[in-house]
């Protein structure tokens, strides 16, 4: 990693793509996430660096994993969370109120939102009205551009680096949002993808369109051992109920593809298996206890990276 | 504004109606909020008057702005929070626990209590069985005098004095509660009220009963544009749903006050408009870029105001 | 109460059943308890122990009662909190994920998990997984050990010594978690039983026999002055609606011993009467105001064991 000491070109900015980022302003989110874990392994309190700052986590969608990993990286800085964890249901907008009225409304509250919600464009909306950062924790099938920077921190950090590997993306391809905004941000680094997928559910044309505009080398696969065989990086992500309307297209989907022990030991030595999670039943339980697990580890770098998110935009390093 | 430095009359009292508090009272209190104003211009943070202490929001409703911006002033003073955003479904209200149980669990936890219930009353009992001071966030169709002291600020801040104003009340006047708390705040600095609204929706009896017996003078018209021709400022409401038996009713009466920017600059030059929020209709998007829209910088002033009713009534100032 | 300086032997452990204590190790929580009280009592403010530490209450069932305290015993003590107050509706256990897969994400975000669950030993399977200390509290019908350590410390404090004791049960002995805890917990200091109750919710045989096995004296009768007439200390419990297959056997039974001030004047002179709270109607209104009513003192020493328990799992004392 580059070292790039104070350079921080996030302050005041809005988080909502992650195509909004070059690659040297990622690496230096990356960078400030890294610095940010070896203070809290040395001596680990207090980090009062947005003392008196308050966040705001505005959840339209429960997301249990994101709103609390936000919270902790906003705690473990010293700032304060005010937070709306199922804001359909509860908020204003139960009485009819727009994103616009309620972006005016919490910018009064807090010094940074961060925002999750089911309609695609919502973050943009929200922003657009907001006089304080938006951090984009999600809009439908949108983005989620600090999912995709966390997916690059682990890469780097259990890998060594973000050049020249090869990521094998497994799965829903064709309704997963973070595998979408993370060949984007992989094609920085010059990845080579491997898109593992049967037919039906495989990566959008347009995102391949895009992939092929960038130069990136990618292979489809439906057969999970071959695309395997020569990855660094397996990403494997859950086929979500959710995005079904017909039952049995999940059922007959749901099951196709199981990493167990066993396949991680037939793949490529020192593969890593990564998940967004939360996981079903896509990645046995015999392989938490393989070093080649890293979605664990994924959670845990979360909170470094979502720290360094905060404390950029609040200018605060 | 008059510097009545260190002077707070409100140590250890609840806030349960604005008819508690004498002139001076209230004034006091929209001079402490002046300060944290001018104290968060300057140097921003921290502002640790109430590190250690725990402030409870208990809502039995949902409210989201109410809750959020209480919680907001709690951070900003550097106090904790604990909260039950949804008390009604989630807490021992459900097992059949009273208003007056639950007082003397919270007073347990907490150094404040701030209260929504639906039903009218219910602040008063729960601060006849606290011994920590609690603060009425809303209490049906009854009092919110949190609501009413951050109108008086706007109204101060952005008039530069709260005397000698002709204030116009829009909407539904009938059942909307901060209208009630609001004419008879202003009837202590002597304002002159020009209530516009529907005659089914006009404002009850009693409450012109009691401005009559204050010397309030007053004129009641449908007319919009009559109404707002002297006013100084120009308060309007929303035509709530839930307060119609009828749905027919609601729709009768929900778009019949639209204020949009031709009707402001029709108005008295300099008016100010002004609504408690959330909107949904009777305020056009046009009107928010206008200098006349105060609404949303009276969503920032309730922080400042909530500050300084936490300080005042916990003693740290 | 023995002076029990800096003598810790909780740091890094699991809460998860009385049963795993020691009598000395429960008498080191306790006096903790006493050292945070007396110590609040003085210089109120702040108490910075867990300065930066986050603690994470995860609340599968509400239980407003003891998240509070939980919470508002983080604070007291400097530390933050992140919260699901309704994980089993908004978090990814609706998505499928496994207590053991939340736990190794919760422990990536806070230093110390507070859980309550509907199933029996859920709290042992989110402690197996997480590498941060697990405190239960509540597995279902199984254990609630803060519960347990808070009546401990309430006879104490109230009694002034936890040895040589009669202690009154009364209600549902048969599902009722926090009496079954207590009784194994006050065998520790050789208290004396009076189990009142009627048949049908007579303490459970495998109870009863662990009592006799470790010596304990215990009578059991249907009749509550006959069972109040020795007691030093009564413990009254409700007769909880959700434990009932059958609507009818609630009825019969809810009403069947209610304590009034009469009941009171009429037992043993300065007994103290307890309660886990909330109660419904089994003590009368003109209870509260006698010096025998404890349980809501009770509430308020919940918070001090609490800090305890946090600040000796935490290493922190």
């Not at 491997?194 to 959008?204: G, I, Q, Y």
Request: glycine share 6%; charged share 25%.
């Amino acid at each position: 990693m580059k070292p790039i000491q104070s350079y921080n070109p996030l302050v005041g900015r809005d988080v909502l793509s992650i195509a909004d980022f070059t690659k040297d302003e990622i690496s230096a989110v990356l960078a400030q996430a890294a610095r940010f874990e070896s203070r809290l392994m040395q001596d680990r309190w207090p980090l009062q660096l947005l003392s008196g700052r308050i966040c705001a986590t505005v959840f339209y969608e429960p997301s249990t994993r994101t709103r609390l990993s936000f919270e902790s990286a906003m705690h473990r800085l010293g700032g304060s969370v005010i937070s709306v964890a199922d804001a359909l249901q509860s908020s204003s907008a139960v009485k009819g109120e727009t994103i616009y009225d309620s972006a005016r409304m919490i910018e009064c509250y807090a010094d940074v939102i961060v925002q999750r919600h089911p309609a695609v464009g919502s973050a943009h909306d929200m922003a657009d009205a907001s006089s304080v950062p938006v951090i984009n924790a999600g809009d439908g099938t949108g983005e989620h551009p600090s999912q995709a920077m966390l997916d690059l921190f682990t890469i780097e950090h259990e890998r060594g680096s973000l050049e020249g590997l090869t990521v094998a993306m497994v799965g829903d391809l064709k309704n997963g949002r973070t595998v979408h905004s993370l060949s984007q941000a992989l094609a920085m680094w010059g990845a080579e993808l491997v898109l593992v997928s049967p037919p039906p559910l495989s990566m959008p044309e347009d995102v391949l369109d895009d992939l092929s505009a960038r130069g990136v080398r990618f292979t489809q696969t439906q057969d999970l051992c071959e695309g395997l065989a020569r990855a660094d990086v397996a990403y494997i992500t859950r086929v979500q109920k959710e995005r079904f309307e017909d039952p049995a297209d999940y059922l007959r989907f749901k099951g196709l593809y199981v990493i167990d022990a066993q396949t991680v030991r037939a793949a490529k030595e020192g593969m890593i298996v990564m998940h967004p999670l939360p996981r079903v039943d896509e990645i046995a339980r015999d392989v938490d206890d393989l070093p080649n697990a890293a979605y664990f580890r994924q959670a845990r770098y979360a909170v470094f990276v979502r720290m360094a998110l905060l404390a950029m935009v609040l200018g605060a390093v």
